[in-house]
C-alpha cells in the first residue's frame, strides 16, 4: 500500500482538478512551451485563469507580433502558441501573457538591465523577469483566486536580479491561501523557488511528486496508483 505522502499528493491534485469551487488559477513558468504543452491543453477546460511566465510567454510574445530581441523563443512552436491562444479564447479562459519585462544584455547577475514593454525588446537584450504592472496584474488575479496550481518560475529567480517576478507570484499565493485558498505548489522550479524565499509552511501543498505528479495532471495513467485504485 501507498503512504500518507502519496495520499497527500493524489487528494491535493484532486482537489485542484475536481474541486467545484472557482476560480481557479494556474501559473505556468518555466523555460520552454515544448515541455509545458500537455499540461496547457489539459487545464484548458478545466481553469478560469491561466498565467503564463518564465522564458515560455516570450513565444507568446512572439507569437502575437511582439518583438522579443535574444530572448528565448522556441520557433518551432510559435504555431502551437497561436492555437493556445485561440483555445482560451474558445473556452473563456482569462490567458495572462506579460505586459513589461526585466531585460538584460546578458544571462548574468551583473548585467546592465531596464524595464520595457515585452512587446518592444531590444535586439541584444533579453527578458529575464517580469516587470512591475505584470506582477500587480498577477497579484491581483490570484487575490480573487480559490484554487491556485504554480509550476514554473516567472523568471530566473536562481539569480537575484531576476528573482522579482517570482517572488511576488509566491508572496500572492501565501495572500490568498491566507484568505481561504487552497494552493498546490509542483514541479521542480517552483518547489525550488517556495523554499528558497522560505515560503513553503504558508502554502497549502508542496508537492515532492516533480514529473509523475505533472503526468498525473496531464492525465496520464500511473501504473502504481492505477493498480492502488482499483
Known sequence: MFGFLIEGEIKSVDKVLNSIEKPLTAIVG????SSKITIIE??????DNLIVGGGMAFTFVKAKGGKVGSSLVEDDFLETAKRIIELAEKNGVNLYI??????????SNDANTKEVNINE??????GLDTGAESRKDCEAILNDSKLILWNGPMGVFEMEKFSGGTIAVANAIVAATQKGAFSL?????????????????????VSTGGGAMLEYIEGIELPGIAAIKK
Not at 42 to 47: E, S
Not at 121 to 126: A, N, V
Open 30 to 33: 518555466g523555460a520552454k512551451v
Open 42 to 47: 489539459m487545464l484548458m477546460d478545466k481553469v
Open 98 to 107: 506579460p505586459v513589461d519585462a526585466i531585460i538584460a544584455d546578458a544571462f
Open 121 to 126: 525588446i531590444p535586439d541584444g537584450w533579453m
Open 185 to 205: 505548489i509542483g514541479g521542480g522550479d517552483s518547489v525550488a523557488a517556495i523554499n528558497q524565499f522560505n515560503l513553503a509552511d504558508k502554502v497549502s501543498y
